[in-house]
Protein backbone atom coordinates (compact mmCIF):
# COMPACT_ATOMS: atom_id res chain seq x y z
CA UNK A 1 0.00 0.00 0.00
CA UNK A 2 1.37 3.56 -1.16
CA UNK A 3 1.11 6.48 1.81
CA UNK A 4 0.69 9.09 -1.47
CA UNK A 5 -0.44 8.13 -5.14
CA UNK A 6 -0.31 11.27 -7.22
CA UNK A 7 -1.71 11.38 -10.90
CA UNK A 8 0.28 13.82 -13.17
CA UNK A 9 3.85 14.24 -14.59
CA UNK A 10 3.03 18.08 -15.27
CA UNK A 11 4.81 20.81 -13.10
CA UNK A 12 2.04 20.30 -10.55
CA UNK A 13 1.73 16.65 -9.69
CA UNK A 14 5.75 17.38 -9.54
CA UNK A 15 6.03 19.90 -6.87
CA UNK A 16 3.71 18.39 -5.05
CA UNK A 17 5.56 14.67 -4.80
CA UNK A 18 8.73 16.75 -4.23
CA UNK A 19 7.24 18.63 -1.59
CA UNK A 20 5.39 15.89 -0.32
CA UNK A 21 8.66 14.06 0.14
CA UNK A 22 9.95 17.13 1.87
CA UNK A 23 7.44 17.12 4.55
CA UNK A 24 7.32 12.84 5.26
CA UNK A 25 10.56 11.74 4.43
CA UNK A 26 10.27 8.00 3.87
CA UNK A 27 6.95 8.05 2.93
CA UNK A 28 5.55 5.47 0.45
CA UNK A 29 4.62 7.34 -2.79
CA UNK A 30 4.00 7.36 -6.28
CA UNK A 31 3.51 9.67 -9.43
CA UNK A 32 2.10 8.28 -12.66
CA UNK A 33 1.13 9.82 -16.38
CA UNK A 34 0.00 8.66 -18.94
CA UNK A 35 2.78 9.81 -21.56
CA UNK A 36 6.29 8.59 -21.70
CA UNK A 37 7.99 11.39 -20.61
CA UNK A 38 7.18 14.23 -18.10
CA UNK A 39 5.50 17.92 -18.89
CA UNK A 40 4.55 16.51 -22.22
CA UNK A 41 1.09 18.81 -21.88
CA UNK A 42 0.86 22.18 -20.51
CA UNK A 43 4.07 22.53 -18.40
CA UNK A 44 6.06 21.40 -21.90
CA UNK A 45 3.95 23.65 -24.30
CA UNK A 46 4.08 27.19 -22.14
CA UNK A 47 5.86 30.20 -22.80
CA UNK A 48 8.55 29.60 -19.88
CA UNK A 49 7.60 32.49 -18.43
CA UNK A 50 8.73 33.23 -14.57
CA UNK A 51 6.02 35.88 -14.20
CA UNK A 52 6.23 38.77 -11.74
CA UNK A 53 2.76 38.85 -10.93
CA UNK A 54 1.97 42.00 -12.60
CA UNK A 55 -1.91 41.69 -13.25
CA UNK A 56 -3.95 40.06 -10.59
CA UNK A 57 -6.11 41.66 -7.80
CA UNK A 58 -4.05 42.91 -5.03
CA UNK A 59 -3.91 40.85 -2.03
CA UNK A 60 -5.51 37.82 -3.87
CA UNK A 61 -4.35 34.03 -3.24
CA UNK A 62 -3.02 34.38 -7.62
CA UNK A 63 -0.81 37.64 -6.42
CA UNK A 64 0.46 35.80 -3.44
CA UNK A 65 1.45 32.79 -4.85
CA UNK A 66 2.66 34.41 -8.28
CA UNK A 67 5.29 36.61 -6.41
CA UNK A 68 6.23 33.76 -3.46
CA UNK A 69 6.83 31.15 -6.60
CA UNK A 70 8.60 33.33 -8.86
CA UNK A 71 10.86 34.03 -6.02
CA UNK A 72 10.97 30.12 -5.16
CA UNK A 73 11.32 29.02 -9.09
CA UNK A 74 14.18 31.47 -9.07
CA UNK A 75 16.19 29.55 -5.79
CA UNK A 76 15.44 26.20 -7.14
CA UNK A 77 17.08 27.20 -10.51
CA UNK A 78 20.41 27.82 -8.66
CA UNK A 79 20.25 25.70 -6.19
CA UNK A 80 19.67 22.61 -9.28
CA UNK A 81 21.73 24.11 -11.56
CA UNK A 82 19.08 25.00 -13.98
CA UNK A 83 19.29 27.70 -16.60
CA UNK A 84 16.97 31.15 -15.91
CA UNK A 85 17.66 34.36 -16.83
CA UNK A 86 15.93 37.76 -15.22
CA UNK A 87 15.14 39.55 -18.83
CA UNK A 88 12.28 41.60 -17.45
CA UNK A 89 9.12 42.61 -19.01
CA UNK A 90 7.85 45.54 -20.55
CA UNK A 91 4.37 46.47 -21.02
CA UNK A 92 4.18 49.07 -24.26
CA UNK A 93 1.63 51.46 -24.62
CA UNK A 94 1.09 52.55 -28.38
CA UNK A 95 -1.52 54.99 -28.17
CA UNK A 96 -3.15 57.92 -25.45
CA UNK A 97 -5.89 54.85 -24.68
CA UNK A 98 -3.38 52.34 -23.85
CA UNK A 99 -1.41 55.20 -22.02
CA UNK A 100 -3.78 55.48 -19.61
CA UNK A 101 -4.29 52.17 -18.76
CA UNK A 102 -0.82 51.93 -18.30
CA UNK A 103 -1.17 54.41 -15.44
CA UNK A 104 -4.26 52.14 -14.20
CA UNK A 105 -1.62 48.84 -14.12
CA UNK A 106 1.27 51.09 -12.12
CA UNK A 107 -1.14 51.42 -9.02
CA UNK A 108 -1.14 47.59 -9.50
CA UNK A 109 1.89 46.92 -9.79
CA UNK A 110 2.90 48.95 -6.58
CA UNK A 111 -0.24 47.46 -4.48
CA UNK A 112 1.49 44.04 -5.40
CA UNK A 113 4.61 45.32 -4.43
CA UNK A 114 7.05 44.81 -7.58
CA UNK A 115 10.05 46.65 -8.60
CA UNK A 116 9.11 48.78 -11.63
CA UNK A 117 9.93 51.29 -13.57
CA UNK A 118 8.49 53.93 -16.12
CA UNK A 119 9.79 53.86 -19.27
CA UNK A 120 9.76 57.68 -21.49
CA UNK A 121 9.23 56.94 -25.62
CA UNK A 122 13.23 58.03 -25.61
CA UNK A 123 14.57 55.49 -23.22
CA UNK A 124 12.60 53.00 -24.87
CA UNK A 125 14.45 53.41 -28.13
CA UNK A 126 17.30 53.33 -26.87
CA UNK A 127 16.84 50.01 -24.38
CA UNK A 128 14.58 48.60 -27.25
CA UNK A 129 15.60 49.91 -30.67
CA UNK A 130 13.28 47.53 -32.55
CA UNK A 131 9.99 48.80 -30.17
CA UNK A 132 7.98 51.12 -31.10
CA UNK A 133 5.54 52.79 -28.44
CA UNK A 134 4.83 55.97 -26.45
CA UNK A 135 5.25 54.74 -23.12
CA UNK A 136 6.16 51.50 -20.86
CA UNK A 137 6.83 49.55 -17.83
CA UNK A 138 10.01 48.11 -16.95
CA UNK A 139 9.11 45.02 -14.69
CA UNK A 140 12.10 43.54 -13.02
CA UNK A 141 11.56 40.50 -11.58
CA UNK A 142 10.42 39.01 -14.58
CA UNK A 143 12.32 36.26 -16.38
CA UNK A 144 12.27 33.18 -18.48
CA UNK A 145 12.94 29.31 -18.13
CA UNK A 146 12.80 25.87 -19.37
CA UNK A 147 10.03 24.35 -17.08
CA UNK A 148 10.51 20.65 -18.69
CA UNK A 149 14.27 21.46 -17.08
CA UNK A 150 12.58 22.22 -13.45
CA UNK A 151 10.28 18.76 -14.03
CA UNK A 152 13.28 16.97 -14.68
CA UNK A 153 15.32 18.26 -11.71
CA UNK A 154 12.10 17.83 -9.16
CA UNK A 155 11.55 13.93 -10.66
CA UNK A 156 15.69 13.27 -9.91
CA UNK A 157 15.28 14.27 -6.23
CA UNK A 158 11.87 12.68 -6.09
CA UNK A 159 13.69 9.10 -7.30
CA UNK A 160 16.73 10.04 -4.64
CA UNK A 161 14.13 10.68 -2.31
CA UNK A 162 12.80 7.25 -2.60
CA UNK A 163 9.68 8.30 -4.48
CA UNK A 164 8.74 6.12 -7.95
CA UNK A 165 7.85 7.80 -11.09
CA UNK A 166 5.67 5.70 -13.53
CA UNK A 167 5.70 6.77 -16.77
CA UNK A 168 3.48 5.23 -19.76
CA UNK A 169 0.84 4.55 -17.06
CA UNK A 170 -2.91 5.52 -17.16
CA UNK A 171 -5.36 6.11 -14.34
CA UNK A 172 -8.38 4.27 -15.55
CA UNK A 173 -10.40 4.08 -12.23
CA UNK A 174 -11.05 5.41 -8.70
CA UNK A 175 -12.33 3.29 -5.83
CA UNK A 176 -12.37 4.73 -2.83
CA UNK A 177 -13.89 3.03 0.61
CA UNK A 178 -13.21 4.23 4.26
CA UNK A 179 -9.95 2.71 4.93
CA UNK A 180 -8.14 3.17 1.23
CA UNK A 181 -8.03 4.10 -2.13
CA UNK A 182 -7.63 1.59 -5.18
CA UNK A 183 -6.26 3.48 -8.01
CA UNK A 184 -6.92 1.23 -11.29
CA UNK A 185 -4.31 1.91 -14.07
CA UNK A 186 -3.84 0.69 -17.66
CA UNK A 187 -0.58 -1.25 -15.98
CA UNK A 188 -2.63 -2.87 -13.15
CA UNK A 189 -3.94 -1.42 -9.11
CA UNK A 190 -2.56 0.38 -7.17
CA UNK A 191 -3.78 1.09 -3.33
CA UNK A 192 -3.08 4.09 -1.48
CA UNK A 193 -4.30 6.11 1.49
CA UNK A 194 -4.59 9.19 -0.59
CA UNK A 195 -4.88 10.10 -4.17
CA UNK A 196 -3.52 13.61 -5.02
CA UNK A 197 -4.72 14.30 -9.10
CA UNK A 198 -2.72 17.12 -11.29
CA UNK A 199 -4.48 16.11 -14.76
CA UNK A 200 -4.44 19.37 -16.23
CA UNK A 201 -6.38 18.97 -19.55
CA UNK A 202 -8.22 15.60 -18.23
CA UNK A 203 -8.98 17.06 -14.71
CA UNK A 204 -12.77 17.39 -15.10
CA UNK A 205 -12.91 14.03 -16.11
CA UNK A 206 -10.79 12.31 -13.80
CA UNK A 207 -13.14 14.06 -10.74
CA UNK A 208 -15.96 12.64 -12.96
CA UNK A 209 -14.40 9.18 -12.67
CA UNK A 210 -14.37 9.21 -8.98
CA UNK A 211 -17.62 9.99 -9.04
CA UNK A 212 -17.89 13.71 -8.20
CA UNK A 213 -20.90 16.02 -9.39
CA UNK A 214 -19.08 18.85 -10.53
CA UNK A 215 -20.71 22.14 -12.65
CA UNK A 216 -17.75 22.77 -14.55
CA UNK A 217 -15.51 21.63 -17.74
CA UNK A 218 -12.31 21.93 -18.73
CA UNK A 219 -12.40 23.86 -22.31
CA UNK A 220 -9.31 23.57 -23.99
CA UNK A 221 -7.76 26.30 -25.65
CA UNK A 222 -4.78 26.79 -28.25
CA UNK A 223 -1.69 29.03 -27.53
CA UNK A 224 -0.75 29.38 -31.03
CA UNK A 225 3.27 30.69 -31.48
CA UNK A 226 5.25 31.63 -34.44
CA UNK A 227 8.60 31.33 -34.06
CA UNK A 228 11.12 34.39 -35.26
CA UNK A 229 13.85 33.39 -37.73
CA UNK A 230 16.93 32.78 -36.28
CA UNK A 231 18.48 35.87 -37.84
CA UNK A 232 16.16 37.99 -36.01
CA UNK A 233 16.78 36.76 -32.28
CA UNK A 234 18.45 39.52 -30.97
CA UNK A 235 15.33 41.44 -32.33
CA UNK A 236 14.35 41.84 -28.35
CA UNK A 237 16.16 42.28 -25.04
CA UNK A 238 13.14 41.94 -22.75
CA UNK A 239 10.21 40.11 -23.25
CA UNK A 240 6.90 42.49 -24.98
CA UNK A 241 3.82 42.59 -23.47
CA UNK A 242 0.72 44.48 -24.80
CA UNK A 243 -1.30 46.55 -22.28
CA UNK A 244 -3.79 44.14 -21.05
CA UNK A 245 -7.17 44.75 -23.09
CA UNK A 246 -9.87 44.27 -20.61
CA UNK A 247 -12.51 42.87 -23.34
CA UNK A 248 -9.79 40.20 -23.95
CA UNK A 249 -9.77 37.01 -21.93
CA UNK A 250 -6.07 36.61 -22.14
CA UNK A 251 -2.87 38.69 -22.62
CA UNK A 252 -2.69 39.16 -26.34
CA UNK A 253 -0.03 38.89 -28.75
CA UNK A 254 3.45 39.01 -27.05
CA UNK A 255 6.96 38.54 -28.10
CA UNK A 256 8.70 36.24 -25.61
CA UNK A 257 12.60 35.27 -25.54
CA UNK A 258 13.25 31.43 -25.24
CA UNK A 259 15.76 30.50 -22.58
CA UNK A 260 17.32 28.26 -25.41
CA UNK A 261 17.71 31.91 -27.76
CA UNK A 262 14.80 31.94 -29.66
CA UNK A 263 12.29 34.29 -29.81
CA UNK A 264 8.87 33.85 -30.73
CA UNK A 265 5.29 35.64 -30.71
CA UNK A 266 2.00 34.76 -29.22
CA UNK A 267 0.12 32.84 -27.75
CA UNK A 268 -2.99 33.92 -29.17
CA UNK A 269 -6.41 31.80 -27.37
CA UNK A 270 -8.18 29.69 -29.85
CA UNK A 271 -10.76 27.34 -28.60
CA UNK A 272 -9.09 23.96 -29.37
CA UNK A 273 -11.29 21.62 -30.89
CA UNK A 274 -9.26 18.64 -29.29
CA UNK A 275 -7.66 18.60 -25.39
CA UNK A 276 -4.59 16.97 -27.17
CA UNK A 277 -4.35 18.24 -30.78
CA UNK A 278 -0.58 20.06 -31.01
CA UNK A 279 0.01 19.32 -34.65
CA UNK A 280 -3.20 21.21 -35.89
CA UNK A 281 -6.83 22.12 -34.43
CA UNK A 282 -8.77 19.40 -36.04
CA UNK A 283 -12.35 17.88 -33.98
CA UNK A 284 -11.38 14.94 -31.77
CA UNK A 285 -15.01 13.40 -31.42
CA UNK A 286 -14.75 12.40 -27.73
CA UNK A 287 -13.46 16.11 -26.61
CA UNK A 288 -16.41 18.10 -28.88
CA UNK A 289 -19.20 15.42 -27.80
CA UNK A 290 -17.83 17.00 -24.00
CA UNK A 291 -18.24 20.34 -25.09
CA UNK A 292 -21.04 20.22 -26.95
CA UNK A 293 -23.17 18.90 -24.40
CA UNK A 294 -22.08 21.01 -21.91
CA UNK A 295 -24.53 24.48 -21.36
CA UNK A 296 -21.97 26.71 -19.86
CA UNK A 297 -19.72 26.26 -23.65
CA UNK A 298 -22.77 27.82 -25.40
CA UNK A 299 -22.51 30.79 -22.73
CA UNK A 300 -18.96 31.68 -23.12
CA UNK A 301 -18.79 31.57 -26.45
CA UNK A 302 -22.36 33.74 -26.53
CA UNK A 303 -20.63 36.12 -23.71
CA UNK A 304 -17.07 36.18 -26.07
CA UNK A 305 -18.22 36.33 -29.47
CA UNK A 306 -16.14 39.17 -30.89
CA UNK A 307 -12.51 37.95 -28.79
CA UNK A 308 -13.47 35.25 -30.16
CA UNK A 309 -13.61 36.28 -34.00
CA UNK A 310 -10.70 38.42 -33.21
CA UNK A 311 -8.53 35.55 -32.25
CA UNK A 312 -10.02 33.16 -34.56
CA UNK A 313 -8.75 36.26 -37.73
CA UNK A 314 -5.33 35.96 -36.25
CA UNK A 315 -4.92 32.53 -36.39
CA UNK A 316 -6.78 31.87 -39.98
CA UNK A 317 -4.28 34.64 -41.19
CA UNK A 318 -0.59 35.09 -40.79
CA UNK A 319 -0.93 38.77 -42.26
CA UNK A 320 -3.62 39.99 -39.48
CA UNK A 321 -1.21 38.28 -36.91
CA UNK A 322 1.83 39.91 -37.96
CA UNK A 323 -0.05 43.05 -38.33
CA UNK A 324 -0.79 42.74 -35.11
CA UNK A 325 3.03 42.12 -34.11
CA UNK A 326 4.12 45.02 -36.29
CA UNK A 327 2.45 47.54 -33.91
CA UNK A 328 4.89 46.59 -30.90
CA UNK A 329 7.99 45.94 -33.51
CA UNK A 330 7.49 47.55 -36.87
CA UNK A 331 10.31 45.80 -38.72
CA UNK A 332 8.74 42.21 -38.49
CA UNK A 333 8.08 40.91 -42.31
CA UNK A 334 5.92 37.95 -42.90
CA UNK A 335 9.43 36.06 -43.54
CA UNK A 336 10.38 36.57 -39.95
CA UNK A 337 7.26 34.29 -38.43
CA UNK A 338 7.76 30.31 -38.83
CA UNK A 339 5.71 27.46 -37.86
CA UNK A 340 6.33 26.54 -33.99
CA UNK A 341 3.64 23.83 -31.94
CA UNK A 342 1.10 25.36 -30.40
CA UNK A 343 0.23 24.28 -26.43
CA UNK A 344 -3.09 23.70 -25.33
CA UNK A 345 -4.28 25.20 -22.20
CA UNK A 346 -6.69 23.94 -19.42
CA UNK A 347 -9.39 26.62 -18.45
CA UNK A 348 -12.17 25.69 -16.53
CA UNK A 349 -15.22 27.37 -17.05
CA UNK A 350 -18.71 27.32 -14.64
CA UNK A 351 -22.06 25.81 -15.95
CA UNK A 352 -23.03 29.60 -16.04
CA UNK A 353 -20.32 30.06 -18.93
CA UNK A 354 -17.77 32.11 -16.88
CA UNK A 355 -13.61 31.66 -17.01
CA UNK A 356 -12.89 30.34 -13.53
CA UNK A 357 -10.22 32.40 -13.03
CA UNK A 358 -9.00 31.25 -9.32
CA UNK A 359 -7.15 27.45 -8.59
CA UNK A 360 -10.35 25.45 -7.96
CA UNK A 361 -9.54 22.27 -5.37
CA UNK A 362 -12.37 19.35 -4.99
CA UNK A 363 -11.74 16.96 -1.94
CA UNK A 364 -13.16 13.42 -0.76
CA UNK A 365 -12.02 11.96 2.62
CA UNK A 366 -8.83 10.37 0.67
CA UNK A 367 -8.29 12.01 -2.19
CA UNK A 368 -7.77 15.98 -3.65
CA UNK A 369 -8.09 16.78 -7.37
CA UNK A 370 -6.71 20.38 -8.89
CA UNK A 371 -9.23 21.58 -11.31
CA UNK A 372 -8.25 24.56 -12.50
CA UNK A 373 -4.88 26.06 -12.64
CA UNK A 374 -4.29 28.15 -15.70
CA UNK A 375 -1.42 30.50 -16.38
CA UNK A 376 0.83 31.53 -13.39
CA UNK A 377 0.59 27.86 -12.49
CA UNK A 378 4.11 27.05 -13.65
CA UNK A 379 5.58 30.25 -11.85
CA UNK A 380 3.48 29.71 -8.77
CA UNK A 381 3.78 25.80 -8.59
CA UNK A 382 6.32 25.42 -5.57
CA UNK A 383 3.74 27.09 -3.51
CA UNK A 384 0.56 25.52 -4.92
CA UNK A 385 2.15 22.49 -3.81
CA UNK A 386 2.91 23.78 -0.57
CA UNK A 387 -1.57 24.29 -0.10
CA UNK A 388 -2.17 20.61 -2.30
CA UNK A 389 0.39 19.14 0.15
CA UNK A 390 -1.26 20.86 3.53
CA UNK A 391 -4.35 19.05 2.31
CA UNK A 392 -3.11 15.93 1.67
CA UNK A 393 -1.54 15.56 5.18
CA UNK A 394 -4.41 16.96 6.93
CA UNK A 395 -6.45 13.32 4.93
CA UNK A 396 -3.41 11.38 5.67
CA UNK A 397 -3.34 12.08 9.55
C1 LIG B 1 0.29 28.11 -24.27
C2 LIG B 1 0.55 28.22 -22.80
C3 LIG B 1 1.40 29.20 -22.29
C4 LIG B 1 1.61 29.29 -20.92
N1 LIG B 1 2.56 30.16 -20.46
C5 LIG B 1 2.86 30.16 -19.13
C6 LIG B 1 3.95 30.92 -18.65
O1 LIG B 1 4.69 31.52 -19.43
N2 LIG B 1 4.19 30.95 -17.32
C7 LIG B 1 3.39 30.26 -16.42
O2 LIG B 1 3.62 30.36 -15.22
N3 LIG B 1 2.37 29.50 -16.86
C8 LIG B 1 2.11 29.39 -18.18
N4 LIG B 1 1.13 28.57 -18.65
C9 LIG B 1 0.35 27.80 -17.69
C10 LIG B 1 1.12 26.59 -17.18
O3 LIG B 1 1.84 25.95 -18.21
C11 LIG B 1 0.13 25.61 -16.55
O4 LIG B 1 -0.66 26.30 -15.60
C12 LIG B 1 0.86 24.47 -15.82
O5 LIG B 1 1.79 23.85 -16.68
C13 LIG B 1 -0.14 23.43 -15.34
O6 LIG B 1 0.58 22.33 -14.86
P1 LIG B 1 -0.17 20.98 -14.54
O7 LIG B 1 0.83 20.09 -13.91
O8 LIG B 1 -1.44 21.29 -13.79
O9 LIG B 1 -0.68 20.43 -15.96
P2 LIG B 1 0.03 19.61 -17.12
O10 LIG B 1 1.39 20.10 -17.39
O11 LIG B 1 -0.93 19.62 -18.26
O12 LIG B 1 0.15 18.14 -16.54
C14 LIG B 1 -0.95 17.28 -16.37
C15 LIG B 1 -0.43 15.86 -16.53
O13 LIG B 1 -1.46 14.93 -16.20
C16 LIG B 1 -1.30 13.80 -17.03
N5 LIG B 1 -2.55 13.04 -17.10
C17 LIG B 1 -3.75 13.47 -17.53
N6 LIG B 1 -4.65 12.46 -17.48
C18 LIG B 1 -3.99 11.38 -17.00
C19 LIG B 1 -4.38 10.02 -16.72
N7 LIG B 1 -5.65 9.57 -16.94
N8 LIG B 1 -3.45 9.16 -16.25
C20 LIG B 1 -2.18 9.57 -16.01
N9 LIG B 1 -1.75 10.84 -16.28
C21 LIG B 1 -2.66 11.74 -16.75
C22 LIG B 1 -0.93 14.41 -18.37
O14 LIG B 1 -0.29 13.46 -19.23
C23 LIG B 1 -0.02 15.55 -17.98
O15 LIG B 1 1.35 15.22 -18.02
C24 LIG B 1 0.92 28.43 -20.02
C25 LIG B 1 0.08 27.42 -20.53
C26 LIG B 1 -0.05 27.29 -21.91
C27 LIG B 1 -0.86 26.13 -22.43
Do not use: W
Not at 206 to 211: D, H
Request: aromatic share 8%.
Amino acid sequence: MYDFVIIGGGILGLSTAYHLLQERPGARLVLIDKEQRLAYHQTGHNSGVIHAGVYYTPGSVKAKLCKEGAERTVRFCEEHGIKYERCGKLIIATDAEESARLKGLEERVIANGLDYENISAGRLREIEPNVAGEAAMLVHATGIVNYTDICIAMADVIRESGGEIRLGTALTGINESDSEIVVETDKGELTARTLVVCAGLQGDRIAMMAGIGIDFRVLPFRGEYYQVAASRGELVKHLIYPVPDPSLPFLGVHLTRIIDGTLTVGPNAMLSLGRETYSGNYPVPSDMADMMSFPGFYKLMASFASAGLYEMRGSLSKRVYLERCRKYCPSLKLEDLQPMEAGIRAQSVSSDGKLIDDFLFLETARSLYMCNAPSPAATSALPIADEIVARALRKAN
